[in-house]
Structures are given as structure tokens and as C-alpha cells.
């Protein structure tokens, strides 16, 4: 929201020596955020007013003219222009050499300077409305027309912005900051908000004259509980021109296009004082003004030309026959003020709050109006917005005349009432308050306070009884911001030493994640909880059992994920484009529309949620990265402190290749899958030329160990003995059978998977399995008699039981 | 000594040649010595020199053949060539392991370094940690609630106003198959932290002080600034007769954490539904100190979270006498944070998986 200071201080007497700077930091640190202040008289720096002397053609240009300006210097300037409009003795802007202009009243200032156009010296420049920024203020009627500023009879060489009278500074709020004060949106509730800021003099509103009868004009509110209030006045004799100079440059400076006068002078009321207000064709009413919810079926065209199908739950104006307004959001465009409008019915009313928020957003419309009436504006405040409109129809159409009036106003509005104990306002700030301090910031805001033991009996005035204020917290906000949060020392809270923080389930998501990223060399990714069809289908999921979102970010994403396969396989086909092979996973939440359960209140039921753990190994060799990845859950306990995790099959993953999958076991249950994505899933989910193993596991069900559970072994007496075989196989003999019998020989301590090898010279249907054996022994150092012995025996078990064939045995 | 030798006039000795062959052994053998540049070629000449079957040694050995008087005289000058020899080769063989290599040939020393294959942490779990860290010292626990929640938990315990428009589903992203429903039936992906303050406090009750940081979710048109699925970081601390002026204690640990200096912050009036009073907070630019900037749009600070004081209807909702308890709360963008610690320009970065981005922060 813009705001004028101009504006501001013709209703309250503001500190002399108050900066702007000043200004802006007070009402950000109490009040509102103060974006921006601008100053007007800047945007329009560097330009002049000029008066043309005299106006030549161009002896080489056909569309330019020399001009002879008196721009206040001792001689007359020459300046050649293209205008179309140049005439003698007119008044116009003109940017003199060395002046620095900021273009369309913006950007960085540019200089100007003396010039040859055609031939001709020209020393400075004539200055079109749209070059300057003003072009709304002076709109243009044919192009090239400079502006014509005759009628301002200001001095040859002043500055523009004292010609015009836009010597002004401009404070940008910024809305959001404005949300729960309603008082604030118009100049009026500002001053009002600065003078007790500043303690200073506010102008209480004008009054105006109305007379009592209502003539033919007659509302009926028929929805009292979204419109508390409505008044109208209906003025013969109105015209549809254009505002005069003054009234439209104080609604253009703060933000709004002028239109014609009547709509002008309805914009400037709002502005004032924060009340929207309307006008009607009185000659498009038919009957009465019936404030009603629309019917079935109906439509209403509205100023901007859109038309709407209006539903029950949207409240309207209407007369006899159909809807001509959308409650506090917006005229109907065949009812409003047209150009041959002469009498008008002027609407002043109050709508409810959350109606007119309902209908704009479902209609998705916001407008000036909409966006007040959403705060919550008092009824009360139409009395104020009432008197200012009437005392400028009455000021700007002197032949105007009042036909009707009407003013109902079915629901009151109370003012709020609160009782605060002085002791609470004094522990909860820091601070020894008396009943008088308190006092006097209230009575500034326009609160009234009886005190009475110790208890502050506060009621609040009108424009604050909205809502905003309420508790006992509410006035020690207000007595706390007055006096300046800055004013407040930080005291530090008292630390009490307790027990040491112990949260193991916290730490142990933590210390998954270090391991992960720190010793098995995974990236972290996120991935949003809405999957996407693609990755649901590709991932074999059950659709059955997974929430949905009501209005989902798009419908290809309604589903909420169970589980983190569908993401982990959008990640590798993302990173897929730019890397071929990669190790990256996730730990965050799944859903399931299944296990309802409360948590707190037992009305809550909320869906299964777990913590799910999923990684994604990226690269050529299926083998590998299959054994990568078991090789990073195989040796999870080491660094999380829970129970190791086993392995088995059980139950195939549906996404997973035949040959290569195994369920992560846990506790003796299987708590999740490894597995290579199967072609077909990777067909489906894009991933081509590429081996993918995937695993995913339920973290929720790891229960952390108070502590490491690992034991210490006392290191051999006697130095050990490696030696490594390569043994043939027959592809179907498992490592598992290989390691079960090598490990029965005698003094074998360790037995270790070096490589296989699949090819030519294993031979068809066989494989080659090399691993390194370390005998050791607790009573003497080997000879080279009893590795010998081993040696061969481990031979002969490994060709007796599992037919393997030892190569140079 | 060989002017001793020719002293005693003794031809025959000149006539064996020995002596001349000794000079000359020592002359080459020095010459080879400080020719030799690798500690491995002066063994050969070592051996070559004074090794089992070495000139020198052969020389010595040919002193017991001799006429009996000169030998004694031959054996001096064969054992001081060899201790000459000896001792060169020594320092030699010093001089060549102070100057040379352990390798052969040339090498580039501007190669890049080989890579570590080690992972890393999202940089916004590393914020998050950094965070907890921060906060675990000074005695705050680390809590958690699902990402699915109620209306009861997201809004209404929170004393927002049954119209107010955050409960659209322009706002939030309600379950399907719950738009009928209302509070605690009616569930959401939870729009923001602060349920769990509520959560947290009915479970363990006052005085609590402890952090919840976490994913959130609104429904938004995403663009480089915005987000629907983002994640932010609160803090709570309940306590009797609480001032607000002590929340600034929140505030600061954050700041000076994230920052790693001394941050001058300022708290001006905010509004928002569960406090009261409630607070934007702001902080001094540190790009220009507080003089006036583009980052800071030339007002010198920057706004970085909001806070306040519990309404007194959330204490209530979560079991708490508003009339005893009070406290401070601080909310703060982890994106937003991260952001401005690396200067990333876009939101939605963050979840999107893309490894040219993550490992930037390895």
C-alpha cells in the first residue's frame, strides 16, 4: 500500500523536526514495514518548466520545429522538437543541458546534453508525458504531443514538481505487515496511528450535512450477517468528466489510475479512509437495492468484462431484477457510472470479512475494495467515509443535489472490552509499570482505561474492535511496541543444569546419514513426498493402500508416496544425463492410507508413517554393484549403534531383476529389499544403458543400542599365514557353501572373497572363485610342513564336497 | 710418505711399480668417485675399488709378495689409499642421498589431486546439524512430528480463525477423501512447523525448550523464490513469566551460529495468528554493515524470521496455564538460510536431486 505524507499531514500535525528516515523507522519498528519512502520531487529531477516563444520549421526536416523556450535563463534557449502541439506562449517541461532527468521517472538520472538534430543546435529538450512518467496524469490523444502544462501559469524555470504541485514523499507498507489492522488501510488510520506514535494532534474527520429522508431510494439487507451495514445516497445532477489536476494526482501518487470524476472521488474516499465505496447508474437500478446471496444460475458481468456464474454462497447487490455488484469485490459494468451517468447512487457499506474473501478467491479476483473488506473493516467507519464522499460530490459538482438516502445497519458492532492486572503487564515485559504510563500509550491509541485494584479495565476503540484485540496479551503488545521493543533488555533465561541429553532415535537418523555420505561415499538427495505416476508404475507399487492430496500440484502427482523406490529411480534417470555412475540416497518419511493411530488427541487418527532409508547405486557391472550395495547395509551396525542387519529371500521386490535381489533382515523379519531394477522397470522409468541396484529399508523399525556392541579381540601371538586359491566351480556352488567349508578347515581363522571369473577359460556352466585363506595358529609359529598340510587339505574339501577344481593342484 | 720411501733410496721398491699403480688407482678411483650422480653406480665402484676382488684390494694383497723390508711400506700406502678411497666414497655417497631423487625421470606437480569418492549430507541437513549442535549445548532437545498432520494440530491449536485463508486448499494441501471433514478428522501435509510445539508440549508439559526442524508444505506456484516442499527450523522455550526481551536468546544462538560472528539483530512489530505479541526480526546487513545496500534494499537490515511470544490459545490447546507459562518462539527458513550462505539463486534446487548441484557442497 502506498500512502502520500501530504495526505498523511493534512490530518495530523507531525513533529517538525521529523525526518523521513525517521518517519519510516518508527512505523516499522511499532507499526507496519515500511518498504520504500520515495520521493516524488526526485522521479521529476533535473526538469523544468519552459515557455515557448516562438516556433519555426526545420529547414531540413519535414516533422521537427525550432523552438525558442524561455526556460528562466537571461536568453531564451533554442530547441528543436518533433511535438506536434507547439505553439507559442504554451507552458511545457523541458530538460535543460547538464540537467540530470530520470527517464519514465525511474532508473539511474542521465544527463542531458546540447545537441545537432539535422543540422540544428539544439540545447535541451521538450519533454511528452510518457518520457517523464506522467503519462496517466496527462494521457496523450495523438502520439508525439509534448506536454501542455499552459494551464499550471507557473514561472518559466521553476521545477517541475513544485509546478505541478508533486512535491511529495511516498511510503511504501508493505501488506502483509498490514494483515491484522484494518484501522490502517487509508491515509486517516495512519495519521491516526502517527499521532500516537508521537504523541502530536489528530484532526478528527469531517462531518457532513445529510439530509434525513431516503426519497425512492430503499435497501434491504437481506443476509445481515455478511453485510452488518449498508448505506447509499443517491446525487442528481453528477456528470461524467474528468477530475480535476488536484484530485487526480493525489490517487495517481499513490498508486491509482485516474478515470472520470464520480470514480475518482469514490477512490479517493477509500483511500482516505480505508472504506470502499461504490457507484451505481441510479437509472440502471430498477426498485429497491436487495443485498442478497445470488441465485442458481445467475450471471453478472463485471467492469472489467469478465463474466461470472454466480453461485448461492456469493453475496451480491442486486435491485428487482438481477445482481448488479459483487458484494465488496467489484461493479457490475452495465450499472456502474457510464458516460452519460447523471444521477448516481453512491454505496457506503460494510461486508463481512471472510463472505467477500470466499467469493474473490473463488472467483480469483482481487481488487482494492476485496482486499480491505478481507481484513475486517468496523461498520462505524462507513459514518466518516459517508461524510467525506458527500462533502466532495457537494465541493466538485456544486449543482449537485441530494435525492435519497438510506442507512441500515442491522448488526452493531461492540467495542471490545479487556481486563489486564497492571502486575501481569509488568512481569511479562521486564519492566516496573505504573497504572499512568500505561494509561497515557492506551488513551494515544484511542483506548479507554478504568483502573480499579491493580486490574486495567481497557476498552478498545471501534477500528481496533475487529478482532485484533481481544486478550490482556493484545494491550501488553500494544503498550510493549509503543514503548519501543528496542527499550527492552535482553535478559538472558536462567540455566538450569539437568540431565544430559539423551535421544538416540535422533541420533541414529543422524548417524545413518554420516555413515552413508561419509564412509560409503552416497550423496544425499530429497525428493517431494507427491511421486509421480510414471515412477508408481515403474516402480510396481499397490495404488490401494497410497494417500492422495485433494488438490495436488498436478495430476500426474496426487499420490503421496509409500515409498522412496518411485524417487530414488526419478533421481537416477535425472542424474543419468549428466554422470554414469553415482551413489546417492534418502531417509525421510512414506504414508499409507492403513494403521490409523493417534499420537496426542485421541480424535486425531493419523495414517502409517515411517522413516524409510533407500539408496541407488549407479554404474556397469551389475555383480559389483549389488555387492556394493550389501556391502554398505552389511556394515551399517558398525557405525549406527544397532543389531546387524541379515539377509535372505523371501519375497522378490516386484521391480526387481530375477537373479539379483535379496530382503534386508532385521530382528529375524525382513524389513526391506536390495535388489537390480529389473528391465522392465527400467524401461519404464527411462533409465537405459545404465546398471541401477536399489535398496530400501524401514528405519523406524532399527532400535538404537545404548552404545557400541562390538568387542575388542586380542591380536594373535604368533604371526598368521595368508595364502590365496583360485577355485573352478560349477555356477551353481554359492560363496556361502565355499566360505561354510573353507572355514571348517583346521587353524583357518578367516576366509576372504577375492573375485570370480566368468569366460573361456572357466569353461561353460563354471566359474573361477578366488579367495585368500589365513591360517593361524596359538601354539607356535607355522613351518612350511603344516601350510602345506592345509593347503592340501583345504584342496581335497574343496574338490570332495563342492566339486571345485584348484588350478596347478 | 712416498717421500719417505724414496728417502730410503730403495730402487727395487720403484722397480715392483706397485707404488705407481697405487697413485694411479687412487687418482682414477677419485675421479670415478665425484663422477658418480646415483647412490646406486658408487656401489659399483665401491666394489669395483675396494670389493672382495677390487684393484685396491688386489694391490693388497699383492703386498705379501713383496721383498719382506718393503713390505711393511707398501702395506702403509695400499691402506691409505684404500682409507682415502673409503672415505670419499662416503661422502660421496652423503652428497648424492642429500641431492638426488628416489625416483627416476620428471613429473608434473600441477596435476590435479585424485579424487575422494567419499558422499556427502544435503546442504540442508548439514545447516539442520549445525543447527541441533548449536542448540543441543545449550540444552535444547531435538523433536520431530509426522509430515502428515490435522487441521486440529496445523490450525485450530494454533488460535488461527476458522476463516483464515491458510486453511484453503489454496494454501494447504488437505488429504483427499477428508474435505468434509473438519479438525482433527480433516488431515494435511503439515503447512508448517509449529504443530509440533503443541505436540511436544502435551507429551512433556513446562518448562521445555527444544527445536523441531523439518519439511513443510503449501500449495504455491513454484518459482525460483518459491517452494512446495521446503523446510524450516523453530524453536520453543516454555518458562514461567518468560519475557519476550529473552527471546532474543534464540535468535542470536542462530544467528551467530549460521554466520560465525557476532550479529546485531532488532525485533519490530509482526503479526501472526499463534503469538502474541509477535515479531519480525531482523538482522544487520553484513554486506554492508548496516549502511545501506542492494541486498538489504538500502535500509541496512534484513529480515530473517519471525518470532513471538506463545498465544495464550496455543498454551492452552497444548495443556498450559497461560496465566503461569509463557515463552518465546523463532522460526526460520532453512532454504532461505542455506541460500544465503552459498548464494544459490534458486529454490528448487533443493529437492531436486540433481548431483551437479549436491556436490557442490560435499
Known sequence: MKLSLNWIKKYVDLPEDLTMEKLAYDLTMCTVEVEEVTDLSESLGGLAVGKIITVEPHPDADKLRICTVDVGDMVPSTIVCGGINLAPGQLTIVGKPGAMVRWHGAGDPVEIKPAKLRGVMSYGMICSSGEIGLEELFPVSREAEIMDITEFAAEPGSSAADALGLNDIILEIDNKSLTNRPDLWGHYGMARELAAIYGCRLMPLEKASIPEYSGDLSVVIEAPDRCPRYAAVTFKNIKNIPSPFELKSMIWRVGMRPINLPVDITNYVMLATGQPTHGFDKNHIKGSIHIRTAREDEKLELLDGEILDLTVSDLVIADEKSPVALAGIMGGKLDSILDDTEEIILEVANFTAMGVRRTAQRFDIRTEASSRFEKSIEPQRVDGALAVAVNMFKEYFPESEITGFADEYPLPLKNSEVEVPLSFLSRRLGKDLTAEEVIMILDNLGFKTAVKEGILHVTAPSWRSTGDISLPDDILEEVARLMGYENFDLIPPAVILEKPINQRTVEMERSIREYLAFRCGMQEIFTYPWTEDEYIEASCLDTKEMLSLSTPPSPEESRLRSSLIPGMMKGVFTNLRYFDSFRIFELTQVFADKNYHSINDPAEKLPEMARHLAGAFVGTDPRLLFRQAKGVLEHMHRAVHMEALGFEQMTKPQWADDKLWLNVMYDEKPIGSIGLISLKSARRAGIKRSMTVLFEIDVEILHPLASRQNRYTRLPEYPCVDFDLSVVFDEKVTWAEIYETASKVELVREVRFIDEYRGQQAGEGKKSVSFRIRICSDEGTLNSEKIEMITRQMIKKMSKKLGGDVRGA | ?362
Open chain 2, 1 to 362: 710418505m712416498f717421500e719417505e720411501i724414496k728417502e730410503h733410496g730403495m730402487e727395487k721398491l720403484a722397480e715392483s711399480g706397485l707404488l705407481e699403480r697405487l697413485e694411479k688407482l687412487k687418482k682414477a678411483g677419485m675421479e670415478k668417485i665425484s663422477e658418480t650422480s646415483l647412490p646406486h653406480d658408487l656401489q659399483t665402484v665401491r666394489a669395483n675399488l675396494l670389493g672382495r676382488k677390487g684393484e685396491v684390494t688386489e694391490v693388497l694383497k699383492s703386498v705379501g709378495q713383496a721383498a719382506p723390508e718393503l713390505r711393511k711400506v707398501l702395506g702403509q700406502a695400499a691402506n691409505e689409499v684404500k682409507d682415502i678411497l673409503s672415505q670419499a666414497i662416503e661422502q660421496r655417497n652423503e652428497e648424492l642421498i642429500n641431492s638426488t631423487s628416489s625416483f627416476e625421470g620428471a613429473a608434473d606437480i600441477t596435476l590435479p589431486g585424485t579424487d575422494f569418492t567419499a558422499g556427502g549430507l544435503h546442504p540442508i541437513t548439514q545447516m539442520c546439524y549445525d543447527l541441533n549442535d548449536a542448540f543441543r549445548s545449550l540444552g535444547f532437545e531435538v523433536f520431530s512430528e509426522p509430515e502428515i498432520t490435522s487441521e486440529l494440530y496445523a490450525f485450530d491449536n494454533l488460535n488461527f480463525a476458522p476463516e483464515h485463508p491458510a486453511r484453503e486448499s489454496m494454501d494447504t494441501y488437505w488429504l483427499k477423501g477428508h474435505d468434509e471433514e473438519r479438525g482433527a478428522k480433516r488431515l494435511c501435509l503439515r503447512p508448517h512447523l509449529t504443530g509440533a510445539s503443541v505436540r511436544y508440549l502435551q507429551k512433556h508439559g513446562a518448562p521445555a525448550r527444544f527445536v523441531y526442524p523439518g519439511r513443510v508444505f503449501r500449495n504455491e506456484t513454484t518459482d525460483a523464490r518459491h517452494e512446495r516442499a521446503f523446510f524450516q527450523y523453530e524453536a520453543l522455550i516454555v518458562d514461567k513469566d518468560f519475557s519476550f526481551a529473552s527471546g532474543k536468546v534464540l535468535v542470536k544462538t542462530i544467528l551467530d551460529k549460521i554466520f560465525g560472528t557476532d550479529v546485531e539483530v532488532r525485533m519490530r512489530v509482526g503479526f501472526f495468528p499463534f503469538v502474541e505479541p509477535g515479531f519480525e526480526i531482523d538482522m544487520r546487513c553484513l554486506v554492508c554493515g548496516g549502511e545501506g545496500c542492494k541486498v538489504c534494499k538500502h535500509v541496512g537490515w534484513i529480515e530473517v524470521m519471525p518470532g513471538g511470544t506463545p498465544h495464550p490459545n496455543v498454551l492452552r490447546a497444548a495443556g498450559l496455564d497461560p496465566a503461569v507459562w509463557s515463552g518465546f518462539y523463532i522460526n526460520i527458513g532453512l532454504d532461505r538460510l542455506v541460500m544465503m550462505r552459498y548464494g544459490v539463486d534458486d529454490v528448487r534446487l533443493f529437492h531436486s536431486a540433481d548431483l551437479r548441484f549436491l556436490n557442490q557442497f560435499k
